[in-house]
């Protein structure tokens, strides 16, 4: 039988109130993330891992608010406000995270020049994290995700992984959106069409 595993996108405190990129409510998924984490065969997290300076901030372009949109070589992106700088707090795990037990910590969006909002390929597409083949050397085949943000790196990790051939399901009460421009009801629609079970 083909294993399973429990993928934990991004459960940081920028993300949670409070945080650089607060998601409304993130931090209410903690609980229910632990005991999912708890009852998980295996444990995969993800941590948004920025530079300082990334070209995803905002404040890297003259003129250029938060949430606005820029073309960048690979097409269009997002602007966000600083967060996640590699070492800081707003990067760290919630602390409430029960983290103990995950086998595996994949760091994203490190490269100054592409943003990675999936957990399988960074923005531009072709460059890939290095998830894909380890799911599959061990034997991974079947994913649940939960974390933040449901509308970006949860969605965009889910549609990567149903590319890939993974049986993939995401678990919505363990997730919070951003919801920017009617981004949450095109994600799910979009996550539905790619054949991902949305609990
Ligand atoms: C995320 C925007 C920028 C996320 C990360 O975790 O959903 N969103 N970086
Ligand atoms: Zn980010």
Redesign the pocket.
């Known amino acids: 039988m083909a294993e399973e595993a429990l993928i934990v996108i991004d459960v940081q405190n920028d993300f949670c109130p409070g945080g650089a990129l607060a998601v409304e409510d993130g931090d209410a998924i903690v609980p229910v993330v632990n005991r999912m984490i708890q009852a998980a065969p295996h444990v995969i997290l993800t941590q ?1 891992w ?1 530079p300082a300076g990334h070209s ?1 901030f905002a404040s890297r372009h003259a003129g250029k608010a938060p949430f606005e949109t820029v073309e960048m070589e690979y097409g269009p992106q997002t602007l ?1 406000p600083d ?2 700088v590699q070492g800081t707090k707003g990067a760290a795990f919630h602390p409430d995270l029960d983290w103990t037990r995950a086998e595996l910590v994949v760091r994203k ?1 490190f490269r100054p020049a592409i ?1 990675s909002y999936s957990a399988f390929f960074e923005n531009d597409r072709p460059t890939p994290t290095g998830l894909g083949g380890y799911l599959k050397e061990r034997g991974i085949r079947n994913l649940t995700l939960v974390g933040l943000a449901t509308d970006f790196c949860v969605a965009y990790s889910a549609l990567d992984a149903a590319r890939l051939g993974f049986s993939v399901t995401v678990a919505l009460e363990a997730c919070r959106a951003i919801d920017l421009g009617g981004s949450l009801a095109a994600m799910k629609a979009e996550m539905q069409k790619a054949g991902v079970v949305l609990l």
């Open positions: 948004d920025h995803s966000w967060h996640c969006g943003d």
